[in-house]
């Protein structure tokens, strides 16, 4: 093939691949098997140096295990959740949550969520984070979640 056809059918393939990826509004994403929805974060002063992000993950297909994400936002990631403890509510790591198979796996305030410990600035209502979810399954899936209000319930 002359390789000013390769190179016609090399764009018409990265425009297929663009259009795809298109249409999910920023809160959220999707992988095989994987959808996102409902992403946000909370504002979080710098002082805070920590900030919790949400989302509900749903499974479309086998069940699969969130175990890690990354974001330049902050220098730890964990995955925690609430518990409570004679009383008081508590942040706990967990080592993985689990999306049950046809399922989904609700991160929200007072439960599971992405904790960012250590920010590298200021979380601002109306920024946009870059996240990349690690699933044992799916693998890496990339968000931008925005930042709500402080104490923002969604
Ligand atoms: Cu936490």
Do not use: Y
């Not at 663009?18 to 959220?28: K, N, R, V």
């Not at 509900?56 to 969130?66: E, H, K, M, N, P």
């Not at 590298?120 to 209000?149: C, R």
């Amino acid at each position: 093939m002359p390789l000013i056809h390769r190179r016609a059918a090399l764009a018409a393939l990265a425009g297929a691949l663009w259009l795809t990826t298109q249409p999910l509004a920023a809160q959220e994403a999707s992988a095989p098997g994987i959808e996102i929805t409902k992403g946000f974060m909370r504002a979080s002063p710098m002082v805070a140096a920590a900030g919790a992000g949400f989302m509900t993950i749903r499974s479309t297909g086998a069940a699969d295990r969130l175990v890690a994400f990354r974001s330049p936002a902050c220098a730890r990631p964990e995955l925690h959740t609430h518990i409570n403890e004679n009383g008081l509510m508590k942040m706990r790591q967990v080592e993985a949550i689990e999306i049950p198979a046809g399922g989904e796996a609700v991160l929200q305030p007072g439960g599971l969520h992405l904790m960012f410990i250590d920010l590298t600035g200021p979380l601002e209502d109306g920024a946009m984070v870059p996240v990349t979810l690690v699933f044992e399954k799916a693998g890496e899936v990339a968000i931008t979640l925005p930042v709500h209000k402080a104490g923002a319930m969604n």
